[in-house]
């Protein structure tokens, strides 16, 4: 089982980032997946999760308006477009896969966003 996240990166107040998920080693599309992320010294916290056939999405207050989770099933991969971005967007930003049946949960290894000028 495989998260491979990319798109991280360093990017002024106001700018837009574009996160991916790339999965492999399990059945993607009975997962709903979602993005964590991690400010240092603080919890890990949920910003979005989108179910698995995509037809429903949820988002942390904090981000509501500015990020937008989405997928492509027939490529694997989960989307989260980062509009809009603060400072205290800054975090190592998770992919996390969950089927409820079970209780099965995997994760990426993070990938970093900076928003500063």
């Known amino acids: 089982v495989q998260l491979v996240e990319s798109g991280g990166g360093l990017v002024q107040p106001g700018g837009s980032l574009r996160l991916s998920c790339a999965a492999s080693g399990f059945t993607f599309t009975s997962y709903a997946m979602s993005w964590y992320r991690q400010a240092p010294g603080k919890e890990r916290e949920l910003v979005a999760t989108i179910t698995s056939a995509g037809d429903s999405t949820d988002y942390a207050d904090s981000v509501k308006g500015r990020f937008t989770i989405s997928r492509d099933n027939a490529k694997n991969t989960v989307y989260l477009q980062m509009n809009s971005l603060k400072p205290e967007d800054t975090a190592v930003y998770y992919c996390?896969?969950?089927?409820?049946?079970?209780?099965?949960?995997?994760w990426g290894q993070g990938t970093q966003v900076t928003v500063a000028s």
């Open positions: 996390n896969a969950y089927r409820s049946y079970r209780r099965v949960s995997y």
